[in-house]
């Protein structure tokens, strides 16, 4: 089994940060790509950020400029530091890892902004 922790979510004004981590149980290179999504209530599931094993990086149109994703791959963990967060933001924050045939996934870490 793969387990993914998530962790760092919490209540922020609207303008605040967070830094959310993900730590992998075994080393993130197994994993094609590691990627943050979140779900908001009544909404789909949206993929947010993603590192890539070449060292890409995408994100979402909504969270550019503001939003960086990162790893350290000596602590097997991924990092997702939101900056400048909206009300919006709000919503259960799920890491994933992706190898070739499966993808794995974090229990979710709640992102509340109030404003």
């Known amino acids: 089994q793969v387990q993914l922790v998530e962790s760092g979510g919490g209540l922020v004004q609207a303008g605040g940060s967070l830094n959310l981590s993900c730590a992998a149980s075994?080393?993130?290179?197994?994993?094609?790509?590691m990627g943050w999504y979140r779900q908001a209530p009544g909404k789909q599931r949206e993929l947010v950020a993603v590192?890539?094993?070449?060292?890409?990086?995408n994100y979402v149109d909504s969270v550019k400029g503001r939003f960086t994703i990162s790893r350290d791959n000596a602590k097997n963990t991924v990092y997702l530091q939101m900056n400048s967060l909206k009300p919006e933001d709000t919503a259960v924050y799920y890491c994933?890892?992706?190898?070739?045939?499966?993808?794995?996934w974090g229990q979710g870490t709640q992102v509340t902004v109030s404003s």
């Open positions: 994933n890892a992706r190898s070739a045939i499966v993808y794995y």
């Open positions: 590192t890539i094993s070449d060292g890409r990086t």
């Open positions: 075994r080393s993130i290179f197994s994993f094609s790509a």
